[in-house]
């Protein structure tokens, strides 16, 4: 594959991951989950949820608390055969509550992508999430008390949905 088909693909999975962001945070859970190949995952620690109507289900339990994510300096790899493609990005959730705004979570995606046809889709896309340095098993996510309310909904809808993986 030359140069120019090159860029021109990791422009088509950069326009991916911002319809990913767009979508969730535009509470469109059905666009959201057609970001993703019909059997797509997305993971976290040792759960996944598979497919398109259970990662649907996830992203209306998100739209009801209102988060918005930050995802920057994704690097893209192609692959020869043009149709797969694995990346990793940089990611801020945060949502809104009376006192402010409050970070969720930082972390990182690493993402498998799968072509089908002219357009690309997140075949695998597995988030960590980071833990405070001195205390990797310290989990963040329910640090602040104020977040702690605003994500329990999402990882009740994590545990429900989503399979354990080992």
Not at 12 to 41: I, M, N, Q, R
Not at 86 to 92: A, D, F, I, L, N
Not at 147 to 164: K, M
Request: proline share 3%.
């Amino acid at each position: 594959m030359d140069d120019g088909r090159v860029c021109l693909e990791k422009l088509k999975l950069l326009e991916l991951v911002s319809a990913y962001t767009l979508t969730l945070d535009g509470k469109d859970a059905v666009g959201w989950a057609g970001c993703f190949t019909t059997d797509g995952v997305f993971g976290q620690a040792d759960r996944v949820i598979r497919g398109r109507e259970r990662l649907r289900a996830y992203a209306e339990i998100h739209g009801r608390i209102g988060t918005r994510h930050i995802t920057s300096s994704p690097l893209f790899r192609v692959d020869a055969d043009g149709i797969r493609a694995t990346g990793r990005s940089t990611t801020v959730v945060t949502a809104a509550t009376r006192r402010g705004y409050r970070i969720i979570m930082t972390g990182r995606y690493d993402d498998e992508f799968r072509k089908v046809g002219d357009d690309w889709f997140i075949a695998r896309r597995i988030a960590t999430v980071e833990n405070l340095p001195n205390d990797p098993h310290f989990s963040m996510l329910a640090a602040d008390p104020d977040v702690a309310e605003i994500v329990r909904p999402v990882l009740d809808a994590w545990r429900q949905l989503g399979e354990r993986v080992t």
